[in-house]
């Protein structure tokens, strides 16, 4: 019961944080300040319901964690998005053709891939994986809300399998495992956000089959779609795979280290779904 009352409660907070952010699109400063409001507000909504159905200390969002974690997750977020586009664009299949016709619309943009970012992470990681993994241990979890996680991409515009399937390996792994090395959500909101906002405010690219967005940089997709993700955008090039791949490895790595790992469940605990996972650290106490 407490899993389906945080969905529903979280969804619930993204579908209206949605509206929100639609409402005030067509306006850069209103579409800024809307986003960043309700972001928080859809944070607030899975705090207090987590802390009403679990009756626990909601670590994993903790404020005195947010600033570090969301400054580190967004520069982390652009610089690996940056790497993997650079290499793209050497590989021939991303070039620049000016700067954009309205630069000032990645202002508004801020707003937009904050809300983004929040309530996607609230949903996969805070409460789908959150809970899977309690009952199947941190390997089933990830691959499961991975799968989960990229599926949901299937709806967009130019969606294809190969997209969502790199959006499962690449973001779902990445986003999956920095919360699983730092159990907290405020990192990969963060790299969440650092990522899209690199994509669609600066260099201009396809976001996961939805469209452009007026950006920064002008640009343009070319060549070998394996290369470029060609119209799905550069989520769906070879190149992030390998990035996201590597980058969930070094999280992963040090989850390990942290003993952050849960172990696999034979059997459900008596307190049943809901309660914070148990690290294999403490379980070995």
């Not at 996961?208 to 290369?227: E, R, V, Y």
Request: charged residues 10%.
């Amino acid at each position: 019961m407490r899993f389906f009352l945080q969905l529903v409660t979280v969804v619930v907070a993204s579908f209206l944080a949605g509206q929100a952010v639609r409402l005030a699109d067509g306006s850069v400063w209103l579409s800024l300040a809307v986003g960043v409001v309700v972001a928080c507000l859809a944070m607030a909504a899975y705090y207090g319901v987590v802390r009403a159905t679990e009756k626990r200390q909601v670590t994993e969002a903790s404020g005195r964690e947010a600033a570090s974690g969301l400054i580190k997750g967004t520069l982390l977020g652009v610089a690996i998005f940056a790497a993997v586009i650079g290499v793209i664009a050497v590989s021939g299949g991303y070039r620049i053709v000016g700067l954009g016709d309205d630069p000032f619309n990645a202002v508004g943009l801020i707003g937009l891939m904050a809300v983004a970012a929040t309530t996607e992470e609230l949903v996969f990681r805070g409460v789908l994986f959150r809970h899977l993994e309690k009952l199947t241990g941190t390997w089933v979890a990830l691959l499961a809300s991975a799968l989960v996680f990229g599926g949901l991409h299937l709806v967009n515009k130019d969606a294809t399998l190969w997209g969502a399937l790199c959006v499962a390996i690449a973001g779902g792994g990445l986003l999956t495992s920095s919360y699983v090395a730092t159990r907290s959500l405020w990192l990969p909101i963060g790299l969440h956000f650092g990522w899209n906002y690199a994509q669609s405010a600066i260099f201009g690219s396809e976001v996961s089959g939805s469209g452009a967005q007026q950006a920064i940089l002008d640009s343009q997709s070319t060549g070998n779609a394996l290369i470029s993700g060609g119209q799905f955008g550069p989520e769906a090039s070879i190149f992030t795979v390998l990035a996201g791949v590597l980058a969930t490895a070094a999280f992963l790595w040090l989850a390990r280290r942290r003993g952050n790992l849960v172990p696999m469940r034979r059997k459900a605990g008596p307190t049943g779904l809901g309660r914070p996972a148990e690290p294999a650290s403490k379980l070995a106490q």
